[in-house]
């Protein structure tokens, strides 16, 4: 049985959910502005340049905040099994920290986060153990939300503007999902472990 959230745990959560949908939505609008050619120089006024520049500035600083959280959170909710005697595979600076290495990030963080929610609630922690749907719901929509993104990129520099805007939409989309499936993730950890409080998760 789960404990129930206090006031802070509840405040938390709200704090994850609003940062998701302010950097999608920003992120939509920084792609947007994009596509239309408002963030270009030569051809978009100053009114209009100076807002796209105030959006995607709000983007790049919500996501960093966003990063700073949830890197914050990964650790703690690691730390927390170990300190309880639990033998971690990933420790509690893996948990995040894999994050940022080129090719283990896509595989490593999710192998952290399948041992976080399994310790939390008891259940098999093996890699090639059953992954929980919303676990897999989260790391597949991160995973392509990234790689679509990152695809329009390389082919809208080749000249292919209308596959680049489809790529566009689908990567805003899946991110969007993937960041309200990780917000389901911390609310679940957070009562498995017991009520984790926001003291302790910024300790």
Not at 105 to 129: H, T
Not at 139 to 145: L, N
Request: proline letters at 3%; glycine letters at 10%.
């Amino acid at each position: 049985m789960t404990a129930p959230k206090s006031l802070q745990d509840t405040l938390f959560d709200t704090a994850v959910i609003a940062g998701v949908g302010l950097i999608g939505g920003s992120l939509a609008l920084v792609v947007v502005c994009d596509r239309l050619g408002l963030a270009d120089p030569q051809t978009a006024s100053r009114p209009v340049l100076a807002t796209s520049l105030a959006i995607a500035l709000i983007q790049l600083a919500s996501a960093l905040l966003c990063v700073i959280i949830s890197a914050m959170w990964l650790h703690r909710a690691s730390a927390n099994l170990a300190a309880r005697g639990i033998a971690m595979q990933y420790s509690p600076g893996g948990a995040w920290g894999w994050y940022f290495l080129p090719i283990a990030n896509l595989f490593k963080p999710l192998g952290a986060m399948k041992e976080i929610w399994a310790e939390s609630f008891g259940r098999d922690d093996s890699f090639a153990g059953s992954t929980d749907p919303l676990l897999a719901r989260w790391w597949t929509s991160w995973i392509v939300g990234n790689v679509a993104l990152s695809m329009s990129a390389r082919i809208e520099a080749i000249g292919g503007a209308s596959a680049a805007a489809v790529l566009d939409i689908v990567g805003v989309i899946a991110l969007f999902v993937a960041g309200f499936c990780f917000a389901r993730i911390v609310d679940a950890v957070t009562r498995a472990q017991g009520g984790l409080s926001v003291a302790a998760t910024f300790a």
